[in-house]
């Protein structure tokens, strides 16, 4: 199983705050290999892991939040 791990910015997410696997931002060799699920990874801070090929999609727009507000 792969432990392929990505990092995602909230503008990669769908309206719902989640994100599919496989993933077009993801190694694309994973595409297609498994049913296309959706992972909610606005609710799990620590990553979002997709149960078929254990990818885990990450959300680092916190940092990027904090960042932005501490420049301003
Ligand atoms: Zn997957």
Not at 12 to 18: A, E, I, K, P
Not at 41 to 57: E, F, H, I, M, R
Request: aromatic fraction near 8%; hydrophobic fraction near 35%.
């Amino acid at each position: 199983m792969s432990k392929a791990k990505f990092e995602l910015f909230l503008s990669d997410l769908n309206t719902q705050g989640c994100i599919h696997c496989p993933n077009p931002l993801a190694d694309m060799k994973l595409w297609n290999t498994h049913p296309r699920v959706s992972l909610d990874v606005l609710s799990n801070k620590d990553g979002a892991q997709c149960p078929y090929c254990g990818t885990v999609y990450k959300l680092k727009t916190q940092f990027k939040i904090k960042k932005l507000v501490l420049n301003s």
